[in-house]
């Protein structure tokens, strides 16, 4: 019994971003409560990282999983064009007061899919208009998701080699980070002059899977008011930065220049089902209203706004309106700037940067790229040895834990990066 989960693991399974020739044995988890993950031998690990950014409430939340019993009860699907329902409308309502800049909500699955259907949006908006625009311009660094439109606005990772000539047109420009914030701007507005350019596609404040590297609101406003003088639509993709990981319930909350486009996913179950929603200006929607036929935005997935996953949202959003939550959050934001204070400076530390309940560690390393990769595993399985999950993003440790994370959780994960950086291989 006991092995059976890896088994037929390894018989049957592909898994995500896995060299399925030489990577390590899965993990079989049979449980999750709260911030913890309890593997079949009986182990348990601190969640670090929220299950790939997903988990807000912790796992398992009792009060989230009575909602999607109730809602698997009453309704479990239904297909939603010609058809509505009231989690859906519930959900629209609920989340557009909270971004009133944004007028109409469109479903669909996953992150990608959110930032997919932002770009058919966008690049429609202006063709229903008869205005000829080409292009997208995304940060270097960005990342976007999987589908071939994502692909396309994520940075040049190498991760994307095979799928290169197939991708479309993109231009890049530099984030506002360091010392040559200027070239970013300058970047953006030679970029727009000499270009036919549809949007601009960011991640606000905080840059996930291209190393948590993080730039101020101010510099983004810029941005944006430079988008603006030329009329090029702004992409927010808060599919990881959105339900409070940057302190405020979207990173688009600490705008004076508010997005045309919103893209949220991971957090908004909760963590707990597949769902996404791309949001748009009225604008927007109007330019998509019309007697001919041929400007209908012809997208739909099968699962588009799944009662259940709606459900999901909604319990996910009443959690969010408790004070208990708000002030888990608090605490977290607090104690992490508590603890950056405290390393911040060490020799081993390139830098420490925090943005609301994300904590990033950047370890100094003059080592080739393949060093790189053994640092990377190194630091995944002391973490997971002791007890932790924390997922490296090439040298950039960071802490993304579910806000219920307890006091003694939170200080072992403190504690273990402390640990980490006597070790003799760092
Ligand atoms: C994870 C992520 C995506 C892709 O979401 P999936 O649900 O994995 O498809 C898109 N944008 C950002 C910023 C992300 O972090």
Not at 302 to 311: E, F, H, Q, R, V
């Amino acid at each position: 019994m006991k092995n059976s989960i890896l088994e037929k693991d390894k018989q049957y399974i592909w898994h995500p971003y896995t060299q399925q020739k030489t990577a390590a044995e899965p993990l079989a988890i049979i449980k999750g409560q709260e911030a913890l993950l309890f593997d079949e031998n009986g182990n348990e690990y601190i969640d670090g990282i929220s299950s790939w950014w997903t988990n807000t409430h912790g796992h398992s939340n009792p009060y989230i999983a009575k909602k999607i019993y109730e809602q698997a009860l009453e309704l479990e699907h239904v297909i939603f064009a010609g058809f509505t329902h009231k989690p859906a409308v519930t959900l629209g309502e609920r989340l557009l007061g909270k971004i009133p800049y944004q007028k109409r909500v469109f479903f669909s699955d996953n992150g990608s899919t959110a930032v997919e259907i932002a770009i058919k949006m966008a690049i429609q908006y202006f063709h229903n208009k008869g205005i000829q625009r080409k292009t997208l311009v995304a940060f270097e660094n960005a990342f976007h998701g999987e589908t071939f439109g994502a692909m396309s606005a994520s940075g040049d990772l190498s991760l994307n080699n095979a799928f290169k000539e197939h991708l479309f047109n993109i231009i890049r420009i530099p984030e506002p980070i360091g010392e040559d914030k200027e070239k970013s701007f300058a970047a953006l507005e030679e970029v727009l002059q000499n270009n036919q350019v549809y949007a601009f596609i960011f991640e606000p404040l905080l840059q996930g899977a291209g190393g948590m590297r993080m730039y101020a609101p101010e510099d983004l406003d810029k941005l944006i008011a430079i988008c603006r003088k030329h009329e090029v639509l702004c992409i927010a993709d808060e599919v990881m930065t959105g339900f409070y990981r940057t302190g405020k319930f979207f990173a688009s909350d600490y705008l004076k220049n508010k997005p045309d486009l919103m893209c949220l996913s991971k957090g908004l179950t909760g963590g707990t089902l597949p769902l996404a929603i791309t949001t748009c200006t009225e604008e927007i929607f109007e330019a998509f209203l019309s007697d001919d036929k041929l400007k209908t935005f012809f997208h739909g997935h099968s699962y588009t706004a799944n009662p259940i996953g709606c459900a999901a949202a909604l319990a996910s959003l009443d959690l969010f309106e408790q004070d208990s939550t708000q002030q888990n959050i608090e605490w977290l934001v607090s104690n992490h700037a508590n603890f950056l204070k405290k390393i911040k400076g060490h020799p081993k530390l390139n830098d420490v940067r925090q943005q609301g309940t994300v904590l990033a560690f950047e370890f100094k390393t003059s080592q080739n790229t393949s060093y790189f990769n053994n640092l990377r595993d190194k630091l995944y399985y002391y973490f997971l040895d002791r007890g932790a999950i924390l997922r490296p993003l090439g040298n950039v440790i960071y802490l993304m834990p579910p806000y219920c994370i307890t006091k003694k959780q939170l200080l072992k994960l403190y504690n273990l990066i402390e640990q980490i950086l006597t070790e003799d291989f760092i």
